[in-house]
């Protein structure tokens, strides 16, 4: 099961790093080499982010075999549309991607945008349960909830990414068959393509970072006049910046919503944590991304983040669709293809034992390890914590000498024993007495 | 044969804030690990939030202690604060006698002790006044849970 993130062997040098940039401690080093806990990694790139040597990247398929090919319909992020200034608007974008012989949906995803957003304003209006809504929309935060928070599942809103969404619009308008290549702004979305959540398989086949498609743009020098083709909607552009899906969201209700954005892992997990705990009454919806700022904030963009920022920022648009617009819209949202197809799963840790008893009697003994470890989180060990040593030891994936300052102990308490044996002699020989040569 | 309980213990130093919610965290990460349903978890949780709390505002620091038994765990909250003058009136929601400036940090809305018995099987006070304030929840776990351990 290939995840969002990959990391280049030859440039890893096995630091610890990583091991404690991670949040759900997926992280450990063995060998000399990073590795990752499939079932604990929640895609978010914070190890990307905290890696030195650029040995942890997104994990995204080759670039240049995908636009060799006959046809190449790309379905990319709104992040894409706002991260290179002579292509910060959907149709220069369009634009540019025709001339080198490359398709996108932008206008079918602008589509799957304004329907995600209808579809939550409606399930938020009706809903009397589960208040507030958690989105979707970010997947490294689905993957969070499933793994630390499984109690707040039930409140995931079950509305299909547009991103998904888009393909199975233009799909049906085009008629077409054909792999989608999803142009993806970090690890999490793509993540989306290869492991989805909440669906069995993804309309989209292959991934690439929004950074590669623009630097390759930019690389050809493609200018673009704007001419000759439609407008396309910019709401859906503000998803890429905290707090869009939100007013997005709001514009359908004739009440509006009280609602919290928040981006950034640790505003994400703070606030999630203060959910968990009933502390938020009153609150009818929760957007958290990931990253900071956004999407724009994302390990696999092109441009930085606050210069993104200000332009969506700037960014005029009308969050209400046109009349006809809005017939279509309702038109595909009554044929329900928005929905999630199935329960979003909880991702059970491992416990210590099947047995309660057992798992009991093992967690002493991981406090017995615990309390004999340094309690100073060097990372040395190649986890992330004195605690996940003493846990890999229990669990029988490591031992305690993988603690340096542990095989230190022993060493000392070795070489005091070597020294006490080197003074004792065999009964044969005289301690003073000088042996006879053999001479 | 039943085993001794598995016991945790936190001490709430007065007035640190920022430590708030670490008792819950460590509870919560130990019963993930012993298997325990997320249902029971989370209640778990919010109960030993709410106790440290509790703890802070008004007993002016003390102990969360959890004992995990075979189908059970008890959550135990002990302070030396003034105690409480009036139990079913603390118990009322909205009820608080929190300070101001505790307030004004968005705490003390007198939903702490309402949430504790809402998120337990049983709970019970021990006050006496100028001594202090032992709180001891009760959370089973699931028979469904029980059942599928037993075997």
């Known amino acids: 099961m290939a995840g969002g993130v990959k990391v280049k062997e030859s440039r890893c040098r096995g630091c610890a790093n990583c091991i404690k940039s991670c949040p759900t401690e997926a992280i450990r080093v063995i060998d000399g080499l990073m590795r990752i806990i499939p079932d604990l ?18 994990n995204e398929d080759e670039w240049d075999l995908i636009k060799s090919r006959e046809e190449t319909i790309l379905m990319a992020d709104p992040t894409f549309y706002v991260q290179a200034a002579p292509y910060s608007r959907p149709r220069l974008m369009k634009e540019a991607l025709e001339s080198l012989g490359l398709t996108d949906m932008a206008e079918h995803a602008a589509i799957a945008f304004d329907l995600a957003a209808y579809a939550a304003a409606n399930l938020i209006r009706e809903g009397t349960e589960h208040r507030p809504f958690i989105s979707t929309y970010c997947p490294a935060v689905l993957r969070l909830i499933q793994i630390n928070f499984p109690e707040l599942i039930e409140r995931i809103l079950p509305v299909e990414s547009p991103l998904e969404t888009a393909v199975t619009l233009w799909r049906s308008a085009t008629g077409s068959k054909k792999n989608v290549t999803l142009v993806s702004p970090c690890p999490a979305k793509a993540t989306l393509a290869r492991n989805p959540v909440g669906r069995a398989k993804s ?10 498609v623009i630097r390759d743009l930019l690389a050809h020098n493609v200018k673009v006049t704007g001419e000759g083709i439609k407008t396309i909607g910019r709401r859906w552009l503000l998803w890429s910046i905290s707090g869009g899906e939100s007013r997005h969201i709001s514009a359908f209700l004739d009440k509006g919503m009280t609602s919290i954005s928040v981006s950034g892992l640790r505003n994400t997990m703070d ?40 332009r969506l920022e700037n960014l005029e648009t009308e969050w209400l669709p046109a009349q006809e617009e809005m017939e279509v ?20 840790r491992l416990p210590l034992s099947q047995n309660l008893e057992e798992a009991m009697a093992k967690l002493r003994e991981m406090d017995t390890i615990y309390a004999g470890l340094p309690h100073i989180d060097c990372g040395a060990c190649g986890r992330p914590s004195c605690r996940a040593l003493a846990e890999d030891i229990v669990r029988g994936q490591g031992e305690e000498t993988d603690c340096i300052f542990k095989l230190r102990e022993r060493i000392s308490l070795l070489s005091g024993e070597i020294h006490d044996l080197s003074s004792r002699l065999p009964h044969t020989i005289h301690p003073t007495k000088k042996r006879r040569s053999m001479a | 044969m039943t085993q001794a309980p598995y016991i945790e213990e936190y001490t709430i130093q007065a007035g640190d804030f920022t430590a708030i919610g670490e008792a819950a965290t460590r509870f919560k990460s130990t019963l993930k690990m012993l298997g325990i349903s997320s249902e029971a ?9 709410e106790g440290e709390m509790n703890a802070l505002i ?42 101001d400036e505790i307030r004004e940090l968005g705490f003390g809305a007198g939903m702490g002790l309402p949430n504790i018995d809402r998120n337990s099987d049983s709970m019970t006070i021990d006050t006496e006044i100028g001594k202090g304030t032992t709180l001891r929840a009760v959370i089973r776990f699931s028979p469904r849970e029980a059942a599928a351990r037993a075997v």
């Open chain 1, 203 to 212: 309309s989209l086949s292959y991934v690439v970072s929004v950074s590669k």
């Open chain 1, 41 to 58: 990694c929640i895609d978010c790139g914070e190890c990307i982010r905290s890696c030195e040597g650029k040995a942890i990247t997104v």
């Open chain 2, 58 to 99: 008004h007993g002016g620091g003390g102990t969360v202690k959890m004992t995990i038994h075979g189908d059970h765990l008890v959550i135990e909250v002990t302070d030396n604060g003034p105690g409480i003058p009036d139990i079913s009136l603390a118990m009322q929601e909205g009820y608080s006698t929190a300070p």
């Open chain 1, 271 to 310: 606030l999630l944590k203060e959910l968990e705990l009933g502390r938020l009454d009153g609150i009818d919806f929760i957007e958290c991304r990931a990253c900071d700022l956004g999407c724009i904030g994302g390990t696999g963009t092109y441009e930085s983040r606050f210069l993104s920022h200000l």
């Open chain 2, 41 to 49: 978890v989370r209640r778990a949780a919010v109960v030993a939030y």
């Open chain 1, 329 to 348: 819209i309702r038109e595909w949202h009554e044929k329900g293809i928005w929905r999630l197809d199935t329960p979003i799963p909880v991702k059970e």
